[in-house]
């Protein structure tokens, strides 16, 4: 009976050691994320290590010969500076690190990057700031960095003032037929319009072809469509949303013209709790505009949300944005394939 019980206790003891190591594998295994199909704005969003996406303020590029997508943002948790993931489809993000350090750079924010075909270069154009004369967000400059490579390291090439203009919160459109691409940024004090810069055809340094389009007054996304350029803005409240304007043109620098806010259904009046970063046409569909928008509440945190909605622009020519609680591509229509010869 002895020699049984003591069987009995070891076989126990066996099972606990089993459940034990079982059990601390558990916490390991809830943290993978479950692959995404969708959006769903203002919600967590899980990068391929099961951590919130830390990627603020930034833009979304697709390099053709790669098939990836490339979002940039600010990395808001250590080390500071700008962040990059990559994607085959827009729901499901990699991290591929901290692609520029803030260094002694005090503020470093809304990163853009646009990818030089002909010299195969990627140039990353952000606002510099930091204290100046007393006076926080004084220095009011952009800044630009360069990579071979989509995922950096990005090297800080220089920073200034575009044609003596205070500049701080920055947009960025690339015209698909030019390749020319524009800046279009919080000027002057303190943001008291925007104004729309040409870059070089090398896109390392603006032009002289700047003009104030007396929009107000931060946060500028900019589409096409139908030979119309829509500019998005939001107001100027810190860290609090407000209700966002849309302006239109015939020409990418001007005259612009107000035309209210485009958020359909807006109970709060505050752009659905998010702010402007940037417009993005995605490719393979027809007229798929995605509004990237940044959920703050109240300060710029790692943990801090994206508002990632479809944009519809009306048969009358009016920017639209309704709020999905989720939703995802098939909402677009697939561009016809060429066959192959």
């Not at 505009?289 to 949300?305: A, C, I, T």
């Not at 994206?306 to 048969?315: E, K």
């Amino acid at each position: 009976m002895r020699i049984k019980n003591l069987h009995y206790l070891r076989s126990f003891r066996l099972t606990l050691i089993i459940l034990s190591i079982f059990g601390l594998s558990l916490p390991v295994l809830s943290q993978q994320p479950v692959p995404y199909n969708s959006f769903k704005p203002g919600g967590e969003w899980l990068d391929n290590n099961g951590v919130h996406i830390d990627c603020h303020g930034g833009n979304i590029i697709y390099v053709d010969s790669l098939k990836t997508f490339f979002w940039y943002g600010e990395h808001r948790g250590e080390p500071r500076g700008a962040s990059c993931y990559s994607s085959t489809d827009l729901y499901n993000w990699k991290k591929e690190g901290v692609v520029v350090e803030k260094g002694d750079i005090r503020i470093f924010e809304r990163p853009k990057v646009v990818y030089d075909e002909s010299a195969r270069r990627y140039v990353m154009w952000f606002h510099y700031d930091g204290e100046l004369d007393g006076r926080n967000y004084g220095i009011a400059e952009v800044g630009v960095a360069v990579s071979n490579k989509p995922t950096g390291p990005f090297v800080v090439q220089n920073h200034y003032r575009p044609n003596g203009h205070e500049s701080r919160d920055i947009g960025m459109y690339i015209d698909p037929g030019t390749k020319k691409a524009y800046i279009g940024y919080a000027a002057d004090h303190v943001n008291r319009t925007i104004r729309m810069v040409e870059l070089s055809a090398d896109y390392l340094s603006t032009t002289t072809n700047d003009v104030d389009i007396e929009a107000h007054c931060e946060g500028p996304g900019i589409l096409k469509k139908n030979g119309t350029f829509y500019l998005l803005t939001s107001q100027c409240s810190g860290w609090t949303p407000n209700p966002g304007t849309y302006y239109t043109a015939s020409a990418i620098m001007g005259p612009y013209t107000s035309q209210g806010s485009p958020f359909i259904g807006d109970v709060g009046n505050n752009s659905f709790n998010s702010q402007p970063c940037y417009i993005f046409k995605i490719p393979g569909y027809k007229d798929a505009y995605l509004y990237m928008g940044d959920r703050w509440n109240g300060g710029g945190h790692p943990e801090s949300q994206y508002v990632f909605l479809p944009i519809t622009i009306t048969a009358e020519g009016k920017m639209e944005i309704h709020w999905h609680n989720e939703w995802d591509l098939s909402l677009f229509t697939p561009e016809a394939r060429r066959p192959n010869r």
